[in-house]
């Protein structure tokens, strides 16, 4: 009988102690996406260095910079042709100016990934995925 008692409190500690193992045992961290946590600066910052970068920067020098965080994950810098050509611009989203964007798209971790230029003009809109720095040295969206 008193082997019974033995056994039966050894299960009874063992499951208390599995319970209390679970219950204790700590939660695996959860990793926040960079694209909710890192402040802009930090992106623009990782960016700001990048060939293709310098050279819209060089040659727009007061675009318009954001990052996106709600489709997709990007640094993008654009500028619209009426600002450059100091003609009136419409703030109508119902009519789409003629633009330049350089959209930087970044990793989870806020670090670039890949570029490509988006330019929308009178013909419509194209894509740019090769050779950014040569075509925004030569070549013009407008």
């Not at 009519?95 to 230029?117: C, K, N, Q, R, W």
Request: hydrophobic share 40%; aromatic share 12%.
């Amino acid at each position: 009988m008193a082997k019974l008692v033995a056994i039966g409190v050894g299960a009874v500690a063992g499951y208390i102690g599995i319970i209390a193992l679970l219950f204790f045992w700590p939660s695996p961290q959860v990793d926040i996406p960079a694209y909710e946590e890192l402040p802009d600066s930090i992106i623009l910052d990782r960016t700001s260095e990048l060939p293709e970068v310098k050279a819209f920067l060089a040659r727009y020098s007061d675009p318009m910079i954001y990052v996106e965080r709600a489709e997709g994950f990007s640094a993008s810098y654009q500028i619209r042709q009426c600002e450059l050509t100091g003609g009136p611009c419409v703030d109508n989203d119902s009519v789409v100016e003629p633009y330049i964007a350089l959209h930087v798209i970044l990793d989870t971790g806020g670090f670039p990934e890949s570029s490509y230029i988006y330019c929308v003009n009178d013909s419509g809109g194209h894509i740019i995925k090769d050779n950014l720095v040569g075509y925004l040295q030569n070549k013009s969206c407008f």
